[in-house]
C-alpha cells in the first residue's frame, strides 16, 4: 500500500475544479492508496478566507475530503509543508500531492514523487 500525503492547496484546488481526488490519484498511483494528511492541515483550512461564492464551497469541500483520510500526528510543532517535508525525508514509499511550486521542489530535491494536477482535470505524477 502507498501513502499518499496530500497538502492542502492540493485539497483545496481539487475541491475548486471539481476534481474527485481519490479517483485521480488512484489513476496516477495504479496501486492500493493509504490517503493521509499532516495534522496541522485542518488548521490551514481554517486559516483559508473564505470570502465567498466559489472559495467557501473550496474549503467546504475540502474539509468533506479530509474525513476520509488518516492524519499523520508528527512528533514535533511547525509549518505544515516542513513537517511534509520531514516526513517524506525519513519514509521510503510516501508520494506528496501538492499544487504548491515551491513545496513541490523540495519535495522532489530529496528525492521524493509528487503528484501535481494538471490543465485543472487530472492529477499526474512527476518523479524525481
Not at 59 to 75: D, I, T
Request: hydrophobic content about 45%.
Amino acid at each position: 500500500m502507498v501513502k499518499v500525503l496530500i497538502d492542502t492547496s492540493f485539497l483545496i484546488k481539487c475541491a475548486e475544479y471539481g476534481i474527485d481526488i481519490f479517483d485521480q490519484v488512484q489513476k496516477v498511483v495504479d496501486s492500493n492508496v493509504e490517503f493521509c494528511v499532516i495534522k496541522g492541515t485542518a488548521q490551514e483550512l481554517d486559516a483559508v478566507e473564505p470570502g465567498g461564492g466559489k472559495m467557501k464551497t473550496a474549503v467546504r469541500v475540502a474539509r468533506l475530503f479530509l474525513k476520509k483520510m488518516s492524519v499523520l500526528v508528527p512528533k514535533e510543532e511547525g509549518l505544515v509543508d516542513d513537517l511534509i517535508v520531514d516526513y517524506a525525508s525519513h519514509h521510503k514509499g510516501v508520494i506528496v500531492a501538492t499544487h504548491d511550486t515551491l513545496l513541490k521542489k523540495r519535495v522532489l530535491a530529496l528525492p521524493c514523487p509528487v503528484i501535481i494536477l494538471r490543465q485543472r482535470k487530472y492529477a499526474q505524477l512527476v518523479l524525481p
